[in-house]
């Protein structure tokens, strides 16, 4: 860094002695700082005539070209712009630049309240919308992404419309939702378009989340929304277009002549235990039962099913103010083809932000959200059958027509299942749509010149509803009858937060915080109906002939909660902040219904101590210390009492039967976060925040297991605790800041640790594709425990695991092999969660060009391929596809070989689960590329424009892993056919290439 710097500096310099031959007088000056050091790197140029620029020597001393009078403009990284104006006559010139301490008086959100960001004590990231507009995309959580440390974005699902899974500082709770608590300009909930977002604050430790209590287990982002920022009326238009194309990672399917090569393997001369094998491909065999004219079809069933399909994204907002309105409005049209057959999603969304002053100082506050989407799902099955379904066989007919398949068709079908997807999906429907409405009211009202009322209000209502269609002429399971299930629900609440703010100094003190209360409601409708029996081209519920099944539900949760905070300051260098909410929750008894969540944190602005005020290598430090708790009861309704159901019948009346066994003494899981940090820049150039945390979670909301007598299997209880410890870096760095180029940094890292502790027992929870994954005391969350592949017998072509042989105190002794998976010894594997995480991301900025270059990487996880299992199956299952071997895979074929795959005559149990297919998670995703030009500024104003700025950009450009599979991006999110870490045929990722024009007028 050094180095570059001096490199730059010797190149301005060459251009400043350049400008001493150019015509004109010599102006000569010096920059200094305030206390008269001379300042190096400041750029000056002549006002309006930025070819002009010169730099600053080492000494300070710098040289330009003028003539006549003139102004001079400039301007450092950390200092205020200066122009001083020059008369004709004047030969020298002093420049005297001040600090620029914006970046300390910066308003941070911190909640229900706000504070200079030079104030703060607890660990947050702000990200502006500028380093938002990256990646274009619906969700926040894909823009967010390897931009926050210590924040986790897993895109598991490349389907139009889907979200992100969300995890701030690793998982900290087994039953829990992980996700974070999302805020809305100020407001718990609510709904947003990410075009009318102005920036998102990531509230990580419980010295910033405690005052959210029970709702602030995963931590806080908070959304604030665009709102008038100058007097003059602003409009702005921008537009974005392109294409999307399925990633299908590094698992590559075989075409119909692979295939066929692949499997004269199944066909060779070998019986394990027989004395006479030739181990020599039967070629008679194989081709009676293979034809050679099979390898006149070639059906690439990726290609078939998935396209590559459009991206539409269209904004206008229009803001302004009067003397006594500020109003915001924006208008989104987003609209998502999907990459796979007949799906898509469309979502529009209108947004007003009003802000109206009575006085001065009363001020009220208008906001409406509405929003609505449409598209269309998909049948897992078809993506399955997509990667599984033989190239030999072909779903059209000469007409193009999908041809219809099942088990008693004439012609030969190759694929196992008699299924042909293409049919399936042209004769199915999976639509959903959505509406959402918020209206948020807010009121601040002065009570004294230190105290004032604060009232924030939302009302909200949504509807969702979506529908499975499958016509009676669709093949499979449905048909002749057809299927039709239609879901719909509605949902409406409000939540209301009344606070009164106080605000003042005493001497070298300064003192504000808050008190109140906030009431939160909810009901919550569900219905369904289903049935068969429908007739050709009619997908109504009314005309289901049998089978038919309705079914429903309806909650009402509310929260009532009193939150306090306080802050003090002194001297504008030490800060203690504290908080206290309590927390009232209808999901728990009685005797267990409110919970307190109280937070202190400590903050020493040492950069405004005298021994480092006026050093001119740390411009701001800042040491923080925080200790809080918050909780969780986001467990379900009802979990406390003893439930019967009612959905069975005796003598043609309800019947009830035992549900659910009583849990009188079920209470909050509590996360207790201990976190210190500090924040340093140097050189008015570089930033770097540093934290490190030890989180507790107690009291985990478990089902355990329970003895036989007591006649149900499990019990709500709370047992054990999750440990999570870790440590952030965040730096961000301006590398090089000249007249004409820039280049700044972010880089952020996160390291996290978790392991089980307090559990009442060992758990061995079998999941998705019989996939285990061990809970006991002292491990890791999301364990996988399997046995340990040992590849291939070399003598008899027998896949092998490892046996271990432990004393009476649990030590391994010795490792053998076997050919038995049965006595193949249960091992910990590894986890589903990272080692560590981070993003790097450039921006380089010439004249009117710029390029941005985004990573986003992820070390240490595991993930058990479950696809491998069917597409790298030994030959166990002949009539699904198999992908093309990777380099350096042998199959066994005689004795003595040393193979990497099992003899597909020797293969018993080789495809169970086993480290065979578990496979390492690491990778690093270069996220974005986006390189754009902003037009001249005379040639828009000739267009009576304010700015246009035109780019292009791909995400998801290209993913260096290790990782054999459609991509290593795999959900961490448990549920009841979904094991974390466990991948199988998804929606695959997509990769996008967009054409983007922004107009300001």
């Known amino acids: 860094m050094f180095n570059l710097k001096k490199l730059l500096l010797f190149l301005l310099l060459v251009v400043s002695c350049g400008n001493l031959y150019a015509q004109g007088r010599v102006l000569k000056g010096k920059v200094t700082e305030k206390d008269g050091s001379a300042l190096p790197g400041v750029v000056i140029e002549i006002k309006g005539n930025t070819k002009s620029a010169v730099a600053s020597g080492p000494d300070g001393f710098f040289s330009i070209n003028i003539n006549g009078a003139a102004t001079l403009v400039a301007h450092s990284i950390g200092y205020t712009t200066q122009a001083i104006n020059v008369t004709e006559s004047q030969k020298n010139i002093t420049i005297v630049m001040q600090a620029d301490n914006q970046q300390l008086s910066e308003i941070v959100i911190t909640g229900y309240a706000k504070q200079k960001k030079g104030n703060l004590t607890s660990a947050i990231s702000v990200v502006s919308a500028d380093k938002l507009k990256d990646v274009t995309s619906d969700d926040i959580g894909a823009m967010l992404q390897g931009k926050v440390a210590g924040l986790q974005v897993v895109n598991s699902s490349g389907a139009p419309g889907s979200a992100s899974e969300i995890r701030l500082r690793g998982v900290s709770s087994v039953n829990a939702s992980q996700s974070p608590l999302f805020v809305v300009d100020g407001i718990i909930g609510g709904n947003y378009d990410p075009n009318d977002v102005e920036s998102v604050t990531v509230l990580k430790d419980a010295g910033a989340t405690a005052i959210y209590g029970s709702q602030a287990n995963g931590g ?53 235990g027989a004395t006479n094998n030739s181990y020599v491909i039967d070629l008679v065999q194989f081709q009676s039962q293979r034809p050679a004219s099979i390898l006149n079809t070639n059906t690439n069933w990726l290609t078939t099913l998935f396209k590559t399909a459009p991206v539409e994204n269209y904004h206008f907002s229009a ?30 969304n209108l947004r007003t932000n009003d802000v109206y002053h009575f006085t001065d100082k009363i001020t009220m506050t208008n906001s409406i959200n509405v929003s609505g989407t449409d598209g269309k799902s998909y049948d897992y099955n078809d993506i399955y059958y997509a990667y599984l379904n033989l190239p030999w066989d072909n779903p059209y007919d000469a007409n193009h027509n999908a041809i219809y398949v099942d088990g008693n068709s004439t012609f030969k079908w190759w694929s196992r299942d008699k299924t042909n997807p293409v049919n399936t999906i042209q004769n199915s429907n999976h639509p959903f749509k959505n509406f959402d409405v918020n209206y948020d009211l807010g009121l601040d009202l002065p009570i004294t010149p230190w105290l004032s009322f604060n009232t924030s209000n939302r009302l909200s209502a949504y509807y969702a509803y979506s529908s499975t269609y499958y016509s009676p002429a669709v093949e499979g399971f449905y048909h002749g009858t057809g299927y039709l299930n239609n879901q719909s ?107 307190s969540f109280p937070s202190i944190s400590a903050g020493w602005l040492a950069s405004n101590e005298d021994f480092l005020k006026d050093s001119h290598t740390v411009d701001n430090l800042k040491l923080r210390l925080s200790y809080g708790i918050t909780g969780t009861q986001d467990i379900g309704a009802g979990r406390y009492l003893g439930l019967y159901s009612l959905n069975t019948q005796y003598n043609s009346a309800v019947g009830a039967t035992p549900y659910q066994l009583e849990s009188p003494n079920l209470t909050w899981e509590s996360k207790h976060q201990l976190d210190a940090g500090f924040d340093i ?130 030590n391994v002794t010795s490792k053998s092999v076997t050919s038995d998976y049965a006595s193949a010894t249960l091992e910990e594997q590894g986890s589903a969660l990272p080692k560590y995480q981070g993003g790097f991301n450039n921006e380089f900025k010439y004249k009117k060009f710029f390029l941005r270059v985004n990573t986003y990487f992820v070390y240490g996880n595991k993930i058990y391929n479950a696809n491998l299992s069917e597409v790298q199956n030994d030959g166990s299952e002949p009539y699904l596809n198999q992908i093309v071997a990777p380099k350096g895979t042998i199959v066994w074929s005689h004795p003595g070989q040393i193979a990497t795959d099992p003899s597909p005559q020797n293969n018993t149990n080789s495809t169970s689960p086993s480290t065979r297919y578990l496979k390492d998670g690491s990778y690093m995703s270069i996220r974005n590329l986006a390189l754009g030009y902003s037009l001249p500024k005379s040639l828009v104003q000739r267009l009576k424009l304010a700015d246009i700025n035109v780019s292009v950009s791909a995400d998801n450009v290209y993913t260096f892993t290790h990782y054999l599979g459609q991509d290593p991006a795999t959900t961490i999110t448990p549920g009841s056919f979904i094991t974390p870490g466990v991948a199988d045929f998804k929606y695959p990722d997509n990769r996008q290439f967009l054409l983007n024009i922004n107009i300001k007028f």
Request: no cysteine; charged share 15%; glycine share 10%.
């Open 489 to 595: 629900s509605f949902s409406y609440g409000g939540i209301s937060t009344n606070l009164f703010k106080f605000n003042f100094q005493f001497g070298k003190s300064a003192l504000n915080g808050l008190a109140g209360v906030e009431l939160e409601g909810s009901e919550n409708n569900y219905m369904g109906a289903s049935g068969k029996g429908l007739p050709l081209g009619l997908a109504v519920l009314d005309v289901v002939s049998n089978t038919q099944t309705v079914n429903g539900y309806y909650n009402t949760p509310s929260i009532l909660s009193y939150l306090s905070q306080i802050n003090y300051s002194y001297l504008g260098r030490y800060f203690l902040s504290g908080s206290f909410r309590t927390d009232g929750s209808s999901a728990f008894p009685p005797s267990n219904r409110y919970a």
């Open 681 to 810: 820049g140097l050189f008015h150039r570089i930033n770097i925040t540093v934290d490190a945390y030890h989180n507790i979670t107690k009291n985990l909301l478990l089902q355990v297991a329970q003895p036989l007598s007591v006649g149900f299997e499990t019990k709500w209880e709370n047992k054990g605790q999750v440990l999570n410890n870790g440590l952030e870096f965040a730096i961000n760095s301006v590398n090089i800041k000249s007249a004409n180029f820039q280049w700044t940094t972010d880089f952020n890292i996160s390291f996290n640790n978790n392991k089980l502790q307090g559990f009442p027992s060992t758990v061995v929870s079998t999941g998705a594709s019989a996939v285990s994954q061990i809970y006991r005391n002292d491990g890791n969350l999301y364990e996988f425990y399997m046995p340990k592949w040992e590849g291939v017998n070399p003598q008899t072509g027998a896949p092998q695991w490892e046996v271990e042989t432990k004393d009476s105190k649990g």
């Open 220 to 272: 806080v982002i908070i959304i604030t929304t665009k709102k008038a920022k100058s007097d003059k009326t602003q409009y702005e238009f921008s537009a974005t277009t392109g294409f999307k194309t399925p990633d299908f990672g590094t698992m590559v399917m075989m075409n119909s002549s692979e295939l066929y090569q692949n499997q004269k393997q199944l066909f060779r001369d070998y019986i394990p």
């Open 319 to 348: 803001m302004g103010k009067t003397a006594k309105n500020e109003y915001y409005f924006g208008a989104t049209f987003y609209d998502e083809g999907g990459t796979f057959m007949n799906t898509d999603f469309k979502r529009v």
